[in-house]
């Protein structure tokens, strides 16, 4: 007769070893993944382990092999859609990979990035994945990554930082974005992001700390010169933090004696209060005002009209940053990688060319 506890007890590591005829620590190796064991051997431990519903004590892992199980992942803003699904892509390759992430929200703020990092330390998390909130501030990040830690970056590059780095082509992005509208016609262009500066004020692309954002600029600005614009700095507006500054600055624009005939939104965030400005103001997308969008959320294909976005790929980037970071951890050496994904213009009818005269 089977003499297994009931599943409504705790199973032990022996319970398991000896269902499946083998010694307790042949049954650990198997159990805790280190070590050799036969396949023979590995069949019969899994199959004796689901059969009593083994769940394994992580803390005794933990101590065992000196792993947590565990991926850290600090982000800027987790109610925006964009990081969101970024998450997702990491959350399922790391279950797949056996970790649990363990999320902290850094609201764009470097303070609270630092101690989210030192929160994740000392649970002893076994790798980190981060989205730095001003890439010129990375000391805390050097320093963990110093200790042995394997660090990787999503959808903002650091200089100052030989590690793994995943990010969208976002300067070419803007560049053919920006063309695409001035081959409407349009010459009063505006830019959005919510990176601030101290006085709120846009005046060179080194002023922006998100990589991600400062490459969108340096390519609408780069655009706007090769076709003979100068200036262009100007149309740049920073600030746009909540959705009540991002109201605020839209609305300051879009009533200006010079206003812009087309706007292109850093986020899908912006984006969307930048929409329901111009519905406010009885202003008519894209009669009135041209507008695209970075990020294609869900809304921008519902609107009347649907919005013409940059098609990041979201997942994706979440997902090949916790892939290298998978095999960093799993033992892989190698120099640091930089990936960088292609994005798309996905064209819907928010753009078409501005009014006669507004040129």
Known sequence: MDQSPPRNTSVT?????????????????????YG????????????????LDYR???LARSMTTGRSGTIGVVVGDIENPFFSLAVRGITDVARQAGFTVILINSGEDVAA?????????????????????????????????????PLALLDRGSDELDVDTVIADDRHAAEAVTCRLLSLGHRNIAYLTACDTPDHRFRTAKDINTGSVRRRIEGFLGACRDAGLTGMEQWIHVGAVTPEHTQRIAKGMLQSALRPTALIASDS???LEVFKVCRELGLSVPHDLSL????DADWTSVTTPPVTVVRQPVYGLGETVAKLLVERLNGERQDARKVVLKTEIVERASTGEPIQGER
Do not use: M, Q
């Open 113 to 149: 990035e630092k101690a989210a990092i030192r929160t994740l330390l000392a649970k002893r998390v076994d790798g980190l994945i981060v989205s730095p909130a001003k890439e010129s501030d990375v000391e805390h990040l050097r320093e963990a990554f110093r200790s042995g830690l």
């Open 56 to 58: 394994p004590n992580e």
């Open 292 to 295: 695209v969008s970075f990020h």
């Open 36 to 51: 050799t064991v036969s396949d023979r051997v590995r069949e019969a431990v899994t199959a004796a382990a689901r059969a």
């Open 269 to 271: 965030v912006i984006g």
């Open 13 to 33: 590591v022996a319970d398991v070893a000896h269902k499946a005829g083998v010694s307790k620590a042949t049954a650990a190796r198997v159990l805790g993944g």
